[in-house]
């Protein structure tokens, strides 16, 4: 059988192209050294490791990678948050991190999300797959851990 | 050896009429848990309608006939499995809670500081972890058989950790993970010849294989109904009866116990020394028709039927250059299809497989330790048992098309 349209677009749905794109540019991909936050998230459903890494200056994220192996979901989601949360206060970081969660745990909408997260909307699809959207969360949850830890 | 008609089997299995996300469930995810035939579901549905009591208990006429449906599974199993009585067969949760009654009540009474277990580098985490633990409390030795990069152990090496006397060889009788069938008679004689305890983890064996104990001649050998057609929540142990007559019991409770005082109890006879509290009596009542079921289509031919469907789902593979994890003889591997899609995460594998309604496993199966030693981080998992068909192929082909396509890779054409 060949494949349809449909078959597409279903994937296309999931897989955007927008997430693609983050996925394959490897942007903010690896690890500050020195770092003022350090983080390691692991996804207990496929064992995917995340290593969160930032540089803070005067309350804010100055820099921030992500290094690690995993899916497309889990991997697009943490570049696309390291990109967001640069330049932002800690506060601001965390009510960000809060707002993402919400559009994946809370079916929350993509209207909501503050113009910051403009690219996270590309993750949407991600939310009829609910053993997946842990992929979408682990970097999210996993610099949530770092500002715990970080706490002055 | 009457004719192997998977169709027909397949009628027997009312999940398979379900649609996944629109297609047709092709369900190979087997070695995970497998699928119930309507017997099996149909004597859960009689048991809770006309039998329903505690076992072990009552005089009532429900009490008995519980207490007789469930024995005689027992009794089943013992035929099945040939051990030398029923009461050497203990029923628990799952086979994790058979291994961990293994090292709480013949490890922690036999095993002391300094003592040697040994086991593989491809065991489920079931069979690792809590040896892991026995040793973190009694300062025991763990050592580990290596994996080589075929998937398979060498028996020079095994013979060479034997050597130094561990107590208690513990292994798996067919990896889970890439499916490598293990020389289990060989293994045993093996160790038993070193002079230790033996174990052996036959989850992945006991639905597609048929087990012999007397003939194997190992201590302990542990299963799990849910994964042999059989309901959830019903494991087996089954130990050589000396020692489970000289260990003590791993839980305290109700029906475990012959005499009970305020200040001390003795202990039930086998089996029910290891069965505390009320069982899962429901559950074991229904893994009697599973067995019947199994029976009567037979192992061998189980088996083979698998074995084939595998064969052609790795040739799927193979012709698009996708390479399988796990030993290349064809006859040290069982229904259990291993692989990775080169750049491509099995997260996403599993999920575009989804899409066609392909239920496979992706990750790394429980067997972290492997995954570590065969340098990938998962994999994607297809295993086949005696209701799948050229249908599921045909879906898998499909769904492995899709992938390729939709995530532009080659593998053919050394695209990595």
């Known amino acids: 059988m060949a494949l349809g349209t449909e078959g597409d677009a279903e994937l296309q749905d999931l897989y955007r192209e927008v997430l693609l794109d983050y996925f394959r540019s490897g942007a903010r991909k690896g690890k500050c050294d020195p770092a003022d936050l350090r983080a390691h998230g692991i996804n207990p459903v496929c064992g995917d490791e995340l290593e969160i890494t930032a540089e803070l200056k005067d309350g804010t994220v100055a820099k921030l990678r992500y290094a690690g192996h995993g899916c497309v979901i889990s991997q697009a989601s943490a570049a696309m948050m390291a990109e967001a949360l640069e330049g932002v206060d800690i506060p601001k970081a965390k009510a960000l991190v809060a707002a993402f969660k919400k559009l994946m745990l809370e079916n929350g909408a993509v209207s909501d999300l503050p113009p910051e997260l403009e690219p996270l909307a590309s993750l949407e699809g991600v939310r009829k797959f609910p053993l997946r959207v842990k992929c979408a969360t682990l970097g999210w949850n996993t610099i949530l851990q770092g500002f715990e830890a970080n706490k002055p | ?416």
């Open chain 2, 1 to 416: 050896m009457s004719a192997f008609n998977a169709a027909k089997l397949r009628a027997d299995f009312p999940i398979m009429k379900r649609l996944v996300r629109g297609k047709p469930l092709a369900y190979l995810d087997n070695a995970a848990t497998t699928q119930k035939p309507r017997q099996v579901i149909q004597s859960l549905v009689d048991f809770y309608e006309k039998h329903n009591a505690n076992v072990h208990r009552g005089v009532h006429t429900l009490s008995e006939e519980s207490t007789g449906m469930a024995e005689a599974t027992r009794t089943k199993l013992a035929v099945f499995v040939g051990a030398p009585k029923p009461e050497t067969l203990i029923f628990t949760r799952n086979a994790t809670e058979s291994i961990n009654l293994v090292a709480h009540a013949w490890g922690r009474k036999f095993l002391k500081a300094g003592d040697m277990v040994l086991s593989t580098e491809m065991e489920h985490h079931s069979n690792l972890v809590p040896w892991q633990l026995l040793a973190a409390e009694r300062g025991i030795k763990l050592k580990f058989v290596p994996v080589e990069p075929d998937g398979t152990l060498d028996l020079a090496k095994v013979k060479a950790l034997l050597a130094e006397s561990p107590k208690l060889f513990t292994f798996t009788a067919l990896s889970n993970a890439i499916g490598t069938v293990n020389p289990v008679a060989e293994l045993i004689k093996l160790g038993r010849a070193a002079g230790a305890t033996i174990h052996v983890d036959a989850c992945q064996w006991a639905p597609h294989r048929p087990i012999d104990l007397k003939t194997w001649g190992a201590d302990f050998v542990s299963f799990s109904a849910h994964k042999m057609l059989g309901p959830t929540g019903v494991g087996v142990l089954w130990g050589r009866e000396e020692l489970l007559a000289a260990m003590d019991p791993f839980l305290g409770g109700g029906d475990m116990i012959s005499r009970v005082t305020l200040e001390k109890s003795s202990w039930n006879e086998l089996p029910y020394k290891f069965e505390a509290g009320t069982p899962n009596f429901a559950d074991q009542v229904a893994f009697g028709p599973a067995l019947d079921y199994l029976t009567s289509v037979g192992l061998e031919n189980i088996s083979a039927h698998e074995h084939a469907l595998a064969a052609k789902a790795r040739a799927i593979l193979e012709a698009e250059g996708i390479t399988i994890l796990g030993p290349q003889d064809s006859a040290k591997r069982s229904g259990v299809v291993s692989f990775n899609v080169p750049g491509v995460h099995p997260h996403d594998v599993g999920t575009t497989f989804d899409l066609e309604g392909v239920a496979v496993r992706v990750g790394h199966h429980c067997c972290q330790p492997l995954m570590n030693k065969l340098q990938c981080g998962g994999t994607v998992r297809a295993s086949f048992y005696l209701y799948n068909d050229e249908s599921d192929l045909e879906s898998f082909a499909r769904a492995l098309k899709r992938t390729l396509e939709f995530f532009k890779v080659k593998p053919k054409a050394g695209v990595l």
